[in-house]
């Protein structure tokens, strides 16, 4: 069975901090890792990571993906009271277009 | 500017009745997909619509579950005799090279 696992589950940070979050996966077939966050309800997609050591960068934001060792982390630089959301990581493992499996989320408040 | 829309936005039902939650997308696409996210737990895949046609479900999609892309534009999904524990947000998203980008979502709730 697919595992994506992320952590810290919950994390709370000051405005202008920067942060780490972490999302390693056990998955068959790897194709993809993909980044969201998520405020009140719909996913907002972020980063899709296909190739390892490849840095993808938006902003303040940035990714980077390990698949020897199974791992993405997500940057984020000088947080803002906006950032605070839940970062979801998941894992295509079938063709480019199958499903997507899904960590719990990291929990991020950035306290003014 | 949403990659796809969905109504309602919220449906409250009694449990065994039908529900149709419907998913439009901006633009024509060919691959759709359904999740759900019961309060407080993980995004869940549901089922995969390739060309009008299913591609792949999980094992949540049981034959309560049904989808359909009646007039080619609007894509349903249909939950035959609801369950308390059918209480979630019901996502539509739509892919494209991989990259899938979810609607705003429909919160289900079934008493």
């Known amino acids: 069975e697919d595992k994506v696992v992320q952590s810290p589950l919950s994390l709370v940070v000051h405005e202008g901090d920067t942060v780490t979050l972490n999302c390693s996966y056990e998955v068959t077939n790897f194709r993809s890792l993909l980044w969201y966050k998520q405020e009140k309800k719909a996913p907002t997609f972020l980063f899709m990571l296909?190739?390892?050591?490849i840095e993808k960068k938006s902003g303040r934001l940035s990714s980077i993906l390990d698949n020897k060792e199974l791992f993405s982390i997500l940057n984020i630089t000088a947080t803002q009271t906006g950032d605070s959301a839940v970062y979801l990581c998941?894992?295509?493992?079938?063709?480019?277009?199958?499903?997507?499996?899904f960590g719990k989320g990291t929990l991020l408040t950035v306290n003014p | 500017e949403p990659e796809v829309t969905q109504t309602p936005s919220h449906q409250v039902t009694q449990m065994g009745q039908e529900v149709i939650l419907r998913c439009v997308p901006i633009s024509n696409h060919l691959y759709f997909y359904w999740y759900r996210q019961i309060l407080g737990q993980k995004v869940e895949f549901l089922v995969s619509?390739?060309?009008?046609?299913?591609?792949?479900k999980s094992e949540i999609f049981d034959d309560q579950f049904s989808v359909e892309r009646p007039d080619g534009s609007n894509f349903t999904l249909k939950i035959r005799s609801t369950k308390l524990e059918d209480s979630a947000m019901y996502f539509c998203a739509r892919g494209v090279s991989g990259e899938q980008y979810f609607g705003p979502g429909t919160r289900l709730t079934v008493t």
């Open positions: 998941a894992v295509n493992s079938g063709g480019s277009n199958y499903k997507l499996t």
């Open positions: 619509f390739y060309n009008n046609e299913i591609s792949e």
């Open positions: 296909t190739s390892s050591g």
